[in-house]
């Protein structure tokens, strides 16, 4: 089994920073891409940003030159350091991870519980 837990997340006013951590554990042979997603109340989730086992990016247009996703391999662990914080991006944040588990060669996507961010205006 795989187990992501995300932390990091909490109360902010806007134009403010927070930086959510994501660490994955378990039977892991490989870790591909990892990423954040965002779901507000009353929406669907949305993929914030994406980060490639080679270090490739992608942003949602929202929070590009805000936002910035990096990852730690040696700790499977991915960060999304978010500066400028608006009342849009409160959310609850997920982690989502795709995964080849030991004794396979399959990938499977495993997602983290959540964490909530809030913003105030």
């Known amino acids: 089994q795989v187990q992501l837990v995300e932390s990091g997340g909490g109360l902010v006013q806007a134009g403010g920073t927070l930086r959510l951590s994501c660490a994955a554990s378990g039977s892991i042979f490989r870790l591909n891409n990892m990423g954040w997603y965002r779901q507000a109340p009353g929406k669907q989730r949305e993929l914030v940003a994406l980060?490639?086992?080679?270090?490739?990016?992608n942003y949602a247009d929202s929070v590009k030159g805000r936002f910035s996703i990096s990852r730690d391999n040696a700790k499977n662990t991915v960060y999304l350091q978010m500066n400028s914080l608006k009342f849009g991006d409160t959310a609850v944040y997920y982690c989502?991870?795709?995964?080849?588990?030991?004794?396979?060669?399959?990938?499977?996507?495993?997602w983290g519980p959540g964490t909530q961010v809030t913003v105030s205006s």
């Open positions: 989502k991870a795709r995964v080849v588990p030991n004794g396979t060669y399959m990938e499977f996507d495993y």
């Open positions: 980060i490639t086992s080679g270090g490739t990016t």
